[in-house]
């Protein structure tokens, strides 16, 4: 198994910036896919960015695309998500989320596909 935590969260105004981590302990070494999710007030959770187990694919929500940016450094067991341009709709719990896979090019987006995941950080942007 593996723990994931979240950090990075915070208060910040529109168009700022803020980079979440999220940091892994465990079986890290085990290949696994990761994944942002984010859970605005009152709403479903959903998806944000994935990334493969071998960096080289990453996949965005629409809403994101061009201001958000998925990381991976496997030497620290942490994944990344930069978030530039920010928009009082990205206001959420922001989740991260891990899967083992078998493939190194394999990205997920749905979140019934990934079986880890951390306690989330707050994100709120204010107008």
């Known amino acids: 198994q593996v723990q994931l935590v979240e950090s990075g969260g915070g208060l910040v105004q529109a168009g700022g910036s803020l980079r979440l981590s999220c940091a892994a302990s465990?079986?890290?070494?085990?290949?696994?896919?990761m994944g942002w999710f984010r859970q605005p007030p009152g709403k479903e959770r959903e998806f944000v960015a994935t990334?493969?187990?071998?960096?080289?694919?990453?996949d965005y929500a629409d809403s994101v695309k061009g201001r958000f940016t998925i990381s991976r450094d496997d030497t620290k067991n942490a994944v990344y998500l930069q978030m530039n341009s920010l928009k009082p709709e990205d206001t959420a719990v922001y989740y991260c989320a891990a899967d083992m896979v078998f493939s190194s090019s394999i990205i997920k987006i749905g979140s019934s596909a990934y079986d880890y995941w951390g306690q989330g950080t707050q994100v709120t942007v204010s107008s």
């Open positions: 990334i493969s187990w071998s960096g080289t694919n990453t």
């Open positions: 465990g079986r890290t070494n085990s290949r696994y896919v």
